[in-house]
């Protein structure tokens, strides 16, 4: 079976970076509407966690195509287990031991397919009392004290955490003209590349410093 993959191109890495930005923006709305109105309603919420598995997605393959191909697949495990080691080491004991992070993981791994289209089988991951109203809605100030939407928030910020960084040394409108196309995403392009080695160095110092400091 061939594996379909897309192409590491300045165009493909354009649109992968153009469709995060603009998944993330719009979530971003959506949580402060939802905060206004309090509680939303059973497909609200389940189409929520939807747009914050694309958000993820989209995420993950903008960084792993600046890199190289990457597999045409919506399996956020897959694709994590993909991404650069310093980055999963963010994560990894850090808060989430490894086991919770591969039964999270599990869990969630085709939740943009599968709650969009109101496959809700795993649903109960989301799932608690606590964040139930009197009529059955979600209190959704609620949500986010659940160590699973916990989980997958602190994976979207982890994320955005990476172009916060590369922001600040490359020019975030260059990821935006989509028009004049002046920006070339090439390994020879210098600006980028050591911002983004840069970050993963960053990375591992953290990590290391943090795992070094741990009391067994």
Known sequence: MTVKKLQRTDDNIMKILLGFFGATENLLVLIKEYQKIEKITYPQYVNYLSQVALCIELGMKSILLFEDDIIKTHDLKELYYKMPQAFRNTFENHPFPKKTIDKSLDKIKNIFEDFRYFRT???DFFMEKSIL????????????????????????????????????????????????????????????????????????????????????
């Open 121 to 123: 089988e795993h649903l």
């Open 133 to 216: 109203s009197p009529d059955f809605k979600i209190i959704f100030s609620q949500v986010k004290r659940l160590q699973n939407f916990l989980f997958i928030m602190l994976l979207l910020d982890r994320i955005d955490q990476f172009y916060n960084h590369l922001i600040k040394y490359v020019d975030r409108s260059c990821f935006l003209n989509i028009e004049k196309r002046q920006f070339t995403f090439t390994k020879d392009n210098t600006a980028l590349l050591q911002a983004i080695n840069r970050y993963f160095e960053d990375l591992k110092k953290q990590t290391t410093s943090k795992s070094s400091s741990v009391k067994v």
